[in-house]
């Protein structure tokens, strides 16, 4: 990690590219990809603060391989960390989005992006 800082830091990514998510009432993310810069790491994780059943339903985070078609969901509750295939350099010859589903009530999160953005 000490060594993809001090390339981001080269490579002019020096801000922190985690991130705080809010979902209210109906609040959705499309599949998309986070790289923030020429170089990204291949995982991000997403810290999951609100707590299911209670302060939202619905809202699961998605991870589809953009290749084969494939979804793989998370229904993740308060606490939960769910560490994820990014982009394309976390498995060979695959390319990764990830979203959230449609939120029912509120729901907040944590994006942890492990490389640095501009």
């Known amino acids: 990690m000490a060594q993809l800082e001090r ?13 705080f998510l809010a979902f209210g009432e109906g609040g959705l993310n499309l599949a998309h990809q986070d790289p923030y810069g020429k170089l990204f790491f291949p995982y991000q994780a997403m810290l999951m603060l609100s707590r299911r059943g209670k302060d939202f339903n619905g809202g699961e985070f998605f991870v589809k391989n953009m290749k084969t078609g ?8 308060q606490g939960d960390v769910t560490l994820f295939a990014a982009n394309s350099a976390a498995v060979r010859g695959a390319d990764f989005k990830h979203g959230v589903r449609e939120v029912k009530g509120e729901r907040f999160s944590v994006g942890i992006v492990f490389n640095r953005r501009k």
């Open 7 to 19: 390339r981001c830091a080269e490579a002019g990514q020096k801000r922190c590219a985690t991130i």
């Open 70 to 77: 494939k979804v793989a969901q998370v229904a993740a509750d």
